[in-house]
């Protein structure tokens, strides 16, 4: 009797049970699930700082709307007390003593005049600091929002190196990912 041929038949039974392309598919998968994942994070904190920063900038804008009133009180103290002045002129030129309310209009109106300079400067420098922080946090915006970036287009490389079952394009996908990854993980230490 012929001998029987020997037939693997546990390497037979892994290649039944393997979906096409085995572990490689789903090393990709793995990867664009989690690099999704690192994306839908990223996305958050880009949002979360945009709006910090808008209503930063919101708060700088009323501060400056509130520096320009006081800046308009100042000159109105300050055209009441030209009215003083010139009212004193006047009766200096007709050779009479003012009357000492003149006079107490006067330094009253410069003495509001510095409290509401002070005032003014003060919400100018507010106004300042919430503009420098917006701008920092639209800085940090624009990182995540670049790390968001690389991480999509690395998950879109990721599902080309599925589709034509090509390491190389899988690895390219893995670098940027990595990048990407990197870049947000700066940008959140920082």
Do not use: C
Request: charged share 25%; aromatic share 6%.
């Amino acid at each position: 009797m012929p001998e029987e041929p020997d037939v693997d038949t546990e390497s037979l039974q892994e290649a039944i049970h393997e979906p096409p392309g085995g572990t490689f598919l789903r090393n990709i998968a793995l990867t664009a699930a989690l690099l999704a994942a690192l994306g839908a994070v990223a996305a958050l904190q880009a949002g979360g700082t945009v709006n910090e920063a808008l209503v930063l900038k919101t708060e700088a804008g009323r501060l400056q709307a509130e520096a320009s009133d006081q800046w308009a009180y100042y000159q109105a103290k300050g055209i009441k007390a030209a009215v003083q002045e010139a009212s004193r002129a006047t009766w200096v030129a007709a050779g009479k003593t003012p009357p000492s309310s003149v006079e107490q209009s006067i330094q009253r109106y410069a003495a509001e005049q510095k409290e509401i300079e002070q005032a003014a400067r003060e919400k100018e420098r507010e106004r300042d600091e919430k503009s420098k922080e917006a701008d920092q946090l639209l800085e940090r915006h624009h990182r995540f929002a670049n790390s968001v970036a690389l991480i999509q287009v690395s998950i879109a490389l990721a599902a080309v190196a599925a589709l034509t079952r090509q390491r190389l394009m899988w690895i390219g996908s893995v670098m940027l990912g990595f990048i990407g990854a990197s870049l947000f993980a700066s940008t959140l230490m920082r």
